[in-house]
């Protein structure tokens, strides 16, 4: 069965630094996503991506935050300067489908763990 | 605006025995889908059940079912002969038709007892 792919599974990174999480969504799929999981909180919508621009984006996903498909086939989320708080689970998904033809059924990657020392 | 809120932050089942996980959410909206996803241990999310809003028929997938009352927005989950592989913390999520944004519950830990 197919896989959203992550990496990597995990990365320790000092305050301040840049960081870069992959993913390698499904390949037919239209839609790319990522959440995050503050740990012991609920997943949080980050943003959304569509025809290589931003879709939609949550109130978190500030100007230290920037998305990308670089080739293609990877899909990234760039942190520039990352906080003490940017420490949580980060989740990539993609969907097939159009918003309007129905709901997108999400596919999870299995997550980055990212913490800001 | 839309919340959802799963009250139960750890449940507990014997194997074989029958487990009902809660969700209620707040929406004004009549177009919408509910999802469980289940989230075991090795962290990838999987789709556990969708529901339709515009569908009065509960929606079942094989030992998995929901009881959805549109009227209380009440959508859980009730997991039948239950498994050690159910194990996990299981999300209830929103999303409003149109829109790209899951609204997720702070998720409920399943224990399974052999």
Redesign the interface.
Known sequence: EPEVTQTPSHQVTQMGQEVILRCVPISNHLYFYWYRQILGQKVEFLVSFYNNEISEKSEIFDDQFSVERPDGSNFTLKIRSTKLEDSAMYFCASSPFTASSGANVLTFGAGSRLTVL | AQT?TQSQPEMSVQEAETVTLSCTYDTSESDY?L?W?KQPP??????VI?Q?AYKQQNATENRFSVNFQKAAKSFSLKISDSQLGDAAMY?C?Y?F???????????TRLKVLA
């Open positions: 959802v889908y999802f996803y090795s962290r990838q999310m999987i789709l969708r339709e999300f999520a999303v038709s149109g829109t790209y944004k899951y609204i997720f519950g702070t998720g």
